[in-house]
């Protein structure tokens, strides 16, 4: 009986362990981009993956991660590209964002 206990209060310790280490993470990334962008309002819609018309590459990367894929095409004044998320199938995605010249324009999501 004596190591059911031992088990629980193990399984416990490392549960919190877990939680303090998640918390630790939010908070070390939290103080990352606000000393990058130094907008509390940015940085918490950035924490909570939000994206909105004139959010930039790098900040749609900061918010969703890598894309699954990126189709651009070179035009005679700008450059289209549209970073697709969520691969469904072998050439499907469930998100797709397009970006004029590096900046959000509009998206899609399934």
């Known amino acids: 009986m004596d190591w059911v206990v031992a088990a ?9 362990l877990w939680f ?9 990334r939290y103080a ?3 000393a990058k962008y130094g907008d509390d309002q940015l940085v918490t819609a950035i924490l909570t993956q ?3 018309q004139g959010m930039t590459a790098e900040q ?5 991660g890598e894309p699954a894929a990126i189709e651009q095409k070179v035009l005679k004044t700008k450059v289209k590209e549209i970073y ?7 050439n499907r995605f469930r998100d ?3 970006l004029e010249d590096g900046v959000v324009v509009g998206w899609d999501q399934k």
Not at 60 to 64: F, G, M, N, S, Y
């Open 8 to 16: 629980i209060l193990v399984a416990i310790a490392l549960a919190v």
């Open 20 to 28: 303090v280490a998640r918390a630790l993470a939010r908070r070390s």
């Open 50 to 52: 939000t994206i909105w």
């Open 96 to 98: 797709k964002v397009t």
């Open 84 to 90: 697709k998320y969520k691969q469904t199938a072998r």
């Open 60 to 64: 749609l990367r900061e918010a969703w």
């Open 32 to 34: 990352r981009l606000m």
